[in-house]
T-cell receptor
Framework: DTEVTQTPKHLVMGMTNKKSLKCEQH?????MYWYKQKAKKPPELMFV???????INESVPSRFSPECPNSSLLNLHLHALQPEDSALYLC????????????????FGEGSRLTVL | GNSVTQMEGPVTLSEEAFLTINCTYT??????LFWYVQYPGEGLQLLLK?????DKGSNKGFEATYRKETTSFHLEKGSVQVSDSAVYFC????????FGKGTRLHILP
């Protein structure tokens, strides 16, 4: 099994809603990532969890709240989002965390396309 | 700081044409270099990688050679297919991964 699975594939929410994006991998990877990708742009790193601990937060607004319940699961809780937060949210995993020999070998899910009204 | 610069797109080619997508980098250390591909409606997939100078990464007919003297990692393919239409991202990793802006490739039948 070499997949990273993200749910839901599409999400529409209002600015007062609370919703969550979910990501799962069963490759035994120890690092998991959230990226945000706007149209025709490269992915922008949001958060990195390494061995289930938050190791990188790229100054993301607090309306985005990550959670790593175990080494296979990664959630992104969304609250009070703005229309400009509409984007494709990509989850990725890697065998080891940042600063490891295979940093950069990321396995991506297909993404959750979020629309904030 | 580290950075990646790749050629602006879109690049439009006919099927069976030769492809080059240029990528240059700036890095203080000795990064690993990558090409990722993103097909429409999908996430990114690792296409190939090289971890040290003069290494050549290859996959699915694509190749790229890590050139330290020119700080480049150009992507090449001898004969492209319609199914190669996608966005290609050059990337480097040192302590974390940095992506280039992406090059959109259109292959016409």
């Amino acid at each position: 099994d070499t997949e990273v699975t993200q749910t839901p594939k599409h999400l529409v929410m209002g600015m007062t809603n609370k919703k969550s994006l979910k990501c799962e991998q069963h490759m035994g990877h120890r690092a998991m990532y959230w990226y945000k990708q706007k149209a025709k742009k490269p992915p922008e790193l949001m958060f990195v969890y390494s061995y289930e601990k938050l190791s990188i937060n790229e100054s993301v607004p607090s309306r985005f709240s990550p959670e790593c319940p175990n080494s296979s699961l990664l959630n992104l809780h969304l609250h009070a989002l703005q229309p400009e937060d509409s984007a494709l949210y990509l989850c990725a995993s890697s065998q080891d965390g940042p600063n490891s020999a295979n940093t950069g070998e990321l396995f991506f899910g297909e993404g959750s396309r979020l629309t904030v009204l | 700081g580290n950075s990646v610069t790749q050629m602006e797109g879109p690049v439009t080619l006919s099927e069976e044409a030769f492809l080059t997508i240029n990528c240059t980098y700036t890095a203080t250390g000795y990064p690993s270099l990558f090409w990722y591909v993103q097909y429409p409606g999908e996430g990114l997939q690792l296409l190939l990688k090289a971890t040290k100078a003069d290494d050549k990464g290859s996959n699915k007919g694509f190749e790229a050679t890590y050139r330290k003297e020119t700080t480049s990692f150009h992507l090449e393919k001898g004969s492209v297919q319609v199914s190669d239409s996608a966005v290609y991202f050059c990337a480097l990793s040192d302590d974390k991964i940095i992506f280039g802006k992406g090059t959109r490739l259109h292959i016409l039948p």
